[in-house]
């Protein structure tokens, strides 16, 4: 009631009245939006929750990655030696995750394949480690963590990729064993891992459900690893497939509780995703080094290629992408470290990092030229292994369906009843136009919030009106859903740079260099992001209007008439 009488004086006030009302709003806000919601729950329901954002946290002693990267960098003088790397970071699953997420983007600087190897490795140390069955696992998870021998992820299936409900594979409960029946694929490190952690369906009460055993190939007659696949890169991890022809496994092989693999499948998934977008961030790094490089000594028509045009908007399109995928990752990173939920946010920075990776390998190749379509370059090198990324952890599309599946039933649960102090709110901010974006961002960056909180509530008003079309069945409407992730993870992006440009503001050096170009690159890629929210909450607003419809139309059509239709101009 209070909520509503304020609103209503909003609406009939102006002027001193009106600016009063617009303050007691903000303060009711803040007491609402506790730092215990993460930057993207807060998106998904139209709002900028500054006090998840501000102030940017700095370095901690935890986050330290000398530790991490010591190690990292001797084995890269060493040669990059597998085991020594997968020991290195099996010592470090317990250091801060912003120590983690750094040393992951140094060694996906150096070789995106080995990163590949090393994350699959941490998988299976993760997924083992579950406190329920740590002491029956103790040995192997030492021998694990230590790198004295691999382990590998087995999950994927020929009908289960990331979707693992639909996992074939058996465990059959005999006496004091369970008995493993299926095939696992894409299977990183099955030549040389000794340990396997396993996903299969088990019966539970009657019910089949997903747990995960922890094998033992030196005692598990029946295990058989294929030839390693003919992939394109990323070889270092020499991907197999598996076979479990009647592997028997003690039941002591149960990792945690029978019925729990599906959470534990998740749980490790959502905090891996970060590691694979601090990979790809380093690829983007390591491109953006070379690119740079080739720009300042390559000529043309007598001048640098640094200095024409339209290389200068490549570079930049990098550097910006560069710096928003830092970003995403490390408040992903910190908000993991303060034990908030940060399954939707992994799976945004994933999405987030593998694209602009991708912009940025197409970026490196039309700078470079032919040289980079020649397989013993370096950018050609790259280039392929991160289009190999697009597989890894989830694709693209998936995780944006998961991500804005999770965050839209956030937010439609606040929209339950049109009389929620929630729904009230967000009206209220739209009547009034309260920017609470601008909260704690540096006043060189108060347009990019502005344009922030803008597109916040605009989205956030879209997807009010999507969610009270469609309800429940939002979860059958794919392309609206992509759309809605898509639209937050730019937004994320715009709220992080923002956040993390005023931070390099030093009150006793306003003028900084470096903090100048900091907020250049924020107030930039803010402007860059407006055009494509603008005209996604558009599309949302007008839910199977024109656009829409027509494209499903077009796909019905081909696959109608099994391919494409239209006559060639010179006839058939």
């Given at each position: 009631?209070?909520?509503?009488?304020?609103?209503?004086?909003?609406?009939?006030?102006?002027?001193?009245?009106?600016?009063?009302?617009?303050?007691?709003?903000?303060?009711?806000?803040?007491?609402?939006?506790?730092?215990?919601?993460?930057?993207?729950?807060?998106?998904?329901?139209?709002?900028?929750?500054?006090?998840?954002?501000?102030?940017?946290?700095?370095p901690?002693?935890?986050?330290s990655?000398?530790?991490?990267?010591?190690?990292?960098?001797?084995?890269?003088?060493?040669?990059?030696?597998?085991?020594?790397?997968?020991?290195?970071?099996?010592?470090?699953?317990?250091?801060?995750?912003?120590?983690?997420?750094?040393?992951?983007?140094?060694?996906?600087?150096?070789?995106?394949?080995?990163?590949?190897?090393?994350?699959?490795?941490?998988?299976?140390?993760?997924?083992?480690?579950?406190?329920?069955?740590?002491?029956?696992?103790?040995?192997a998870?030492?021998?694990?963590?230590?790198?004295?021998?691999?382990?590998?992820?087995?999950?994927?299936e020929?009908?289960?990729?990331?979707?693992?409900?639909?996992?074939?594979?058996?465990?059959?409960?005999?006496?004091?064993?369970?008995?493993?029946?299926?095939?696992?694929?894409?299977?990183?490190?099955?030549?040389?891992?000794?340990?396997?952690?396993v996903?299969?369906?088990?019966?539970v009460?009657?019910?089949?459900?997903?747990?995960?055993?922890?094998?033992?190939?030196?005692?598990?007659?029946g295990?058989?690893?294929?030839?390693?696949?003919?992939?394109?890169?990323?070889?270092?991890?020499?991907?197999?497939?598996?076979?479990?022809?009647?592997?028997?496994?003690?039941?002591?092989?149960?990792?945690?509780?029978?019925?729990?693999?599906?959470?534990?499948?998740?749980?490790v998934?959502?905090d891996?995703?970060?590691?694979?977008?601090?990979?790809?961030?380093?690829?983007?790094?390591?491109?953006?080094?070379?690119?740079?490089?080739?720009?300042?000594?390559?000529?043309?028509?007598?001048?640098?290629?640094?200095?024409?045009?339209?290389?200068?908007?490549?570079?930049?399109?990098?550097?910006?992408?560069?710096?928003a995928?830092?970003?995403?990752?490390?408040?992903?990173?910190?908000?993991?470290?303060?034990?908030?939920?940060?399954?939707?946010?992994?799976?945004?920075?994933?999405?987030?990092?593998?694209?602009?990776?991708?912009?940025?390998?197409?970026?490196?190749?039309?700078?470079?030229?032919?040289?980079?379509?020649?397989?013993?370059?370096?950018?050609?090198?790259?280039?392929?292994?991160?289009?190999?990324?697009?597989?890894?952890?989830?694709?693209?599309?998936?995780?944006?369906?998961?991500?804005?599946?999770?965050?839209?039933?956030?937010?439609?649960?606040?929209?339950?009843s049109?009389?929620?102090?929630?729904?009230?709110?967000?009206?209220?901010?739209?009547?009034?136009?309260?920017?609470?974006?601008?909260?704690?961002?540096?006043?060189?960056?108060?347009?990019?919030?502005?344009?922030?909180?803008?597109?916040?509530?605009?989205?956030?008003?879209?997807?009010?009106?999507?969610?009270?079309?469609?309800?429940?069945?939002?979860?059958?409407?794919?392309?609206?859903?992509?759309?809605?992730?898509?639209?937050?993870?730019?937004?994320?992006?715009?709220?992080?740079?923002?956040?993390?440009?005023?931070?390099?503001?030093?009150?006793?050096?306003?003028?900084?260099?470096?903090?100048?170009?900091?907020?250049?690159?924020a107030?930039?890629?803010?402007?860059?992001?407006?055009?494509?929210?603008?005209?996604?909450?558009?599309?949302?607003?007008?839910?199977?209007?024109?656009?829409?419809?027509?494209?499903?139309?077009?796909?019905?059509?081909?696959?109608?008439?099994?391919?494409?239709?239209?006559?060639?101009?010179?006839?058939?």
């Amino acid at each position: 009631l209070k909520l509503q009488f304020l609103y209503l004086i909003g609406c009939l006030s102006s002027g001193r009245a009106r600016e009063s009302t617009m303050q007691t709003l903000q303060v009711v806000q803040r007491r609402w939006c506790s730092a215990s919601v993460t930057v993207a729950k807060g998106l998904f329901a139209g709002r900028v929750p500054a006090d998840s954002l501000y102030p940017y946290p700095a370095p901690e002693a935890g986050d330290s990655k000398a530790a991490v990267l010591s190690a990292v960098e001797r084995v890269q003088a060493a040669g990059m030696d597998l085991k020594t790397l997968c020991g290195a970071f099996g010592e470090a699953l317990d250091a801060a995750p912003r120590a983690r997420v750094r040393a992951a983007e140094a060694l996906g600087a150096v070789d995106l394949g080995t990163a590949l190897a090393v994350y699959h490795h941490e998988l299976a140390c993760s997924a083992a480690a579950a406190p329920e069955t740590a002491a029956a696992h103790a040995e192997a998870l030492a021998q694990m963590r230590s790198g004295e021998h691999l382990a590998a992820f087995c999950i994927t299936e020929t009908s289960a990729g990331s979707d693992v409900s639909r996992i074939e594979t058996t465990a059959t409960r005999e006496g004091e064993d369970y008995v493993l029946a299926g095939e696992k694929l894409w299977v990183a490190n099955a030549a040389e891992a000794r340990y396997f952690v396993v996903f299969a369906q088990t019966e539970v009460d009657g019910k089949k459900k997903l747990s995960s055993f922890l094998v033992d190939k030196t005692k598990a007659e029946g295990l058989t690893v294929a030839a390693p696949l003919a992939a394109r890169g990323l070889r270092a991890g020499q991907a197999a497939n598996v076979k479990f022809n009647g592997v028997r496994v003690p039941a002591a092989a149960l990792i945690g509780e029978v019925g729990t693999g599906f959470k534990r499948a998740q749980s490790v998934r959502s905090d891996g995703q970060v590691r694979v977008a601090a990979a790809l961030l380093g690829a983007q790094r390591r491109l953006l080094q070379a690119v740079t490089a080739h720009a300042a000594d390559r000529k043309q028509y007598g001048r640098a290629l640094r200095d024409l045009q339209l290389v200068k908007q490549r570079v930049a399109g990098m550097t910006m992408r560069l710096y928003a995928t830092e970003t995403l990752v490390d408040m992903v990173a910190v908000a993991a470290a303060r034990g908030d939920d940060t399954a939707i946010d992994a799976a945004l920075a994933k999405t987030f990092a593998e694209k602009a990776a991708l912009e940025a390998a197409d970026a490196a190749k039309q700078i470079v030229g032919a040289a980079a379509y020649l397989d013993d370059h370096p950018v050609a090198a790259l280039a392929n292994d991160i289009d190999g990324y697009r597989f890894v952890g989830g694709t693209a599309e998936l995780n944006q369906l998961l991500a804005a599946l999770k965050g839209l039933e956030h937010t439609g649960k606040a929209l339950k009843s049109k009389s929620t102090a929630t729904v009230m709110l967000n009206r209220t901010k739209r009547t009034l136009g309260i920017m609470n974006g601008s909260d704690g961002a540096h006043s060189s960056l108060a347009a990019a919030s502005k344009l922030l909180d803008e597109k916040t509530t605009m989205l956030g008003a879209a997807l009010e009106t999507v969610l009270m079309k469609f309800g429940k069945k939002i979860m059958n409407e794919q392309i609206v859903v992509a759309q809605a992730a898509e639209a937050v993870g730019m937004l994320y992006s715009m709220a992080a740079v923002i956040a993390r440009a005023s931070a390099a503001f030093d009150d006793a050096d306003v003028e900084s260099a470096d903090a100048q170009h900091e907020a250049l690159i924020a107030a930039t890629w803010c402007r860059e992001c407006t055009l494509p929210l603008t005209e996604i909450c558009e599309d949302l607003r007008n839910v199977y209007g024109a656009r829409f419809g027509d494209l499903a139309r077009i796909a019905d059509h081909v696959a109608g008439a099994g391919g494409y239709i239209p006559t060639p101009p010179a006839g058939a």
